[in-house]
């Protein structure tokens, strides 16, 4: 079929009077061809008007699309099964001219961005392998809108804490923040509605306050509105997580701020520079950083359990025994989970960043095995006993052995002896029980009042009595 611009040059020769001959030699067509344009006298190509199989099943058609839920695989199987000789390929050629299940297209836009006007912020789930295993994680991402500066991250959950320790993290990387952060609609900043009129959670709104920048949401369905930060992941994914495996979380975001130095230093062929070199002109219209940039932390407070323990997230994190039961703060930051005593500082540990139920342990705040605290230190009364009658020191350690718990009982009995008869009585008892391997404090008593029987209770003679 001859096209426009070949239909206008046979018209226009022909006006100038060639020949059929001619004009077909000139234009390289068939003299049939040449005379049908010239008797249409129109240079517009002609419609095709032929007959379709499929138009007399329009109808039908439009039901089984219904019925199917838009599947033409379905439409064309149950067609054949109803009797309708038609191909598959002119089933879906008929519905792409008749606009069946067809979705206007429309034309993409772009957006300009000037330096230092915005910056976006969006997560995304991604599987890694973690410690040998395939892990779920959340990457969370930032970029500045003209320099495309990248900045990502892992994390096991993403929570407003999460949020915050991420982005500060991210502007601490920038050098500064942009005028304005957009994000989507169903983001942890969000607190509700959406696009123009979201409203940030106060605490967010407060923490954009301290940076000098405001969060925006894109509109409910312009998705494209947020592509600066979209497009990285799949670069992410096909690039950066290809054939990598990680030790740990520490592992993996160190890594993935390497290749995030890597690639801004990287030229970009549709920037026609790297963003690393276009963030020179960036950096001098961001906002500067506040002169301190406080510390990131989630606040809990807790008792110290039984067993000198507190517990954030199902993490155990120990403290020192003489801290059980007493009341504590306990501050979460990205890396560090401390633990204070009103303004003093107890411990710190290194934050497990996965909720898994570890028991994190300092070896300082448990004593070696068997040196529990005050679990072998003499019990008052044998120290006593000591000092009182060092001589039965060994008879008094095994009295206490061979009692039940600490001896507390029986050693409060054998100081009650000591102090009650005399001291020669008592130990020549305790020499006599040790020879024969008496323990029992009553029998030991027996031996002592045996012993000053004939001193102490001696009855008067008869004629003493008459005197």
């Known amino acids: ?145 003209y320099s495309r500066m990248l900045y990502f991250q892992f994390f096991a959950t993403f929570t407003r804490f999460d949020c915050k320790t991420f982005l500060t993290e991210a502007f601490l990387y920038m050098g500064g923040v942009a005028g304005r952060c957009m994000i989507d609609n169903t983001h942890v900043v969000v607190l509700r509605g959406t696009g123009r009129e979201m409203v940030p959670v106060p605490e967010m709104a407060a923490f954009a306050d301290r940076y000098g920048f405001t969060f925006r949401a894109h509109e409910k369905g312009d998705a494209n509105r947020s592509a600066r930060v979209e497009r990285p992941f799949g670069f992410i994914e096909g690039n950066f997580l290809a054939g990598r495996r990680f030790e740990s979380f520490e592992d993996a975001n160190r890594q993935a701020a390497a290749w995030c130095d890597q690639v801004n230093a990287a030229p970009k062929r549709h920037l026609h520079a790297s963003p690393r070199e276009l963030f020179a002109i960036e950096k001098t219209r961001l906002r500067p950083l506040p002169a301190w940039v406080p510390p990131v932390y989630a606040l809990h407070h807790r008792i110290v359990d039984v067993e000198g323990y507190v517990s954030v997230h199902t993490n155990r994190y120990s403290v020192p025994a003489r801290m059980i039961g007493r009341r504590v703060e306990v501050r979460e930051t990205r890396e560090r989970i401390e633990v204070f ?43 006593t006993l000591h000092e009182i009658v060092p001589e039965i020191a060994e008879y008094v350690s095994a009295v206490k052995t061979r009692a039940q718990g600490r001896g507390t009982l029986p050693l409060r009995r054998l100081l009650q002896i000591v102090r009650e008869y005399p001291r020669t009585a008592v130990l020549e008892a305790v020499r006599t029980a040790a020879t024969y391997g008496l323990y029992d404090l009553e029998r030991l008593e027996s031996l002592v009042l045996k012993a000053i029987a004939e001193e102490y209770f001696v009855l008067p003679d008869d004629d003493e009595e008459k005197q």
């Open 1 to 145: 079929m001859l096209d426009q611009s070949q239909r206008a040059s046979i018209l226009q020769l022909h006006r100038r009077g060639h020949s059929h001959r001619h004009i077909a030699r000139l234009v390289g067509v068939s003299r049939g061809a040449v005379g049908e344009v010239i008797r249409s006298g129109s240079a517009e190509v002609p419609k095709l008007d032929r007959a379709e199989k499929a138009a007399p099943h329009r109808e039908t058609i439009l039901e089984l699309y219904e019925r199917c839920k838009g599947n033409l695989v379905r439409v064309h199987e149950e067609l054949g099964a109803a009797g309708a000789a038609i191909s598959y390929p002119a089933l879906t050629a008929f519905c792409r001219r008749q606009g069946i299940g067809q979705v206007e297209k429309l034309p993409a836009g772009q957006y300009t961005f000037e330096p230092g006007e915005e910056m976006q912020h969006d997560t995304s789930p991604h599987r890694i392998t973690l410690s040998g295993g395939l892990r779920k994680v959340q990457t969370a991402s930032l970029v500045l809108c």
């Open 341 to 383: 005593d009103g303004p003093r500082l107890v411990t710190t540990h290194d934050r497990a960043m996965d909720p898994v139920g570890r028991r994190v342990t300092q070896p300082e705040h448990r004593p070696p095995r068997g040196q529990g605290s005050g679990r072998h230190e003499p019990l008052p009364e044998e120290t």
